[in-house]
């Protein structure tokens, strides 16, 4: 049955769908066909036949995505500013600036043995081309800065995305690091950096100050917590997937961190 008072042509979303299965229809799909349909009253029928579609998709498929939330329990859709898009010189997104738990790069901040877990929302979506820190106070002797990036699990760390990104920490400065393997972020959705030293060697990288909003649990209504650390089973080294009962809010600093992608 045709819907009501509408012409029975449909000039765009029926032609497009008509050879998929609706349990095999993906809400990217679904996006892609209705992008072009201005919302107009001439176009009143083709965006009903839009919505008449999703819900039928999402009654077979038993997911509610692009109707309640356009991603994963958990995303911010935050708008931040594209990198790619403006002029060429300003091509680092710092994440650990970046709401609701940044603030500005003033002080420095020691790299532990345990490795210390900060969450960011991604500003963009695509693979990473580099991760970006800034050494203040080099190595003595030997010594590499390990970093991560990880995804989300209800909140807290959960598995480690692409590959570790090492830094020398025997020279001071702003480091790049291209050799990460293929990390893919989604713009709006939560990840966590992870930092710590391959040896127990003082060296300290550039911090966040200490004005953060609230992060997760804690012991007391007086405490300030940046971020997690993974107390047990990975010292000097990033795990390849987080236990949550390993982790313990810590109150050192935010370490900044810059991406290129």
Same mark, same amino acid.
Do not use: L, M, P, V
């Given at each position: 049955m045709p819907l009501p008072d509408a012409n029975k042509k449909s000039s765009r979303v029926y032609p497009l769908l008509q050879n998929t299965d609706l349990e095999n229809i993906a809400y990217a799909t679904l996006q892609s066909t209705g992008t072009p349909i201005a919302i107009e009253e001439m176009n009143e029928d083709e965006l009903r036949r839009l919505v008449l579609v999703n819900l039928a998709r999402l009654s077979v498929k038993g997911e509610w995505s692009g109707l309640l939330t356009a991603a994963s329990g958990g995303s911010f859709n935050v708008e931040l500013g594209q990198s790619d898009t403006i002029n060429a010189t300003y091509d680092i997104d710092s994440v650990g600036q970046s709401p609701p738990w940044g603030n500005n790069v003033t002080t420095t901040q020691l790299v532990r043995n345990d490795p210390q877990f900060f969450p960011f929302i991604a500003p963009k979506t695509g693979d990473l081309d580099a991760i970006v820190i800034d050494v203040t106070a080099a190595a003595a002797s030997t010594c590499n800065i390990l970093v991560g990036i990880y995804s989300d699990n209800d909140g807290l760390p959960n598995t480690q995305l692409g590959s570790t990104a090492t830094f020398d920490a025997t020279t001071s400065g702003q480091k790049t690091q291209? @050799?990460?393997?293929t990390i893919s972020l989604t713009r709006g959705e939560q990840y966590w950096y992870a930092v710590v030293r391959d040896q127990s060697v003082s060296t300290t990288i550039?911090?966040?100050n200490n004005s953060i909003a609230y992060l997760g649990p804690s012991n007391t209504v007086s405490? @300030?917590?940046?971020?997690?650390?993974?107390t047990s089973g990975s010292d000097n080294a990033l795990p390849s997937s987080v236990t949550a009962a390993s982790l313990s809010p810590t109150p050192y600093l935010r370490f900044a961190m810059g991406l290129k992608s």
């Open positions: 291209t @050799s990460i393997g550039k911090a966040i405490s @300030s917590f940046h971020g997690f650390e993974q």
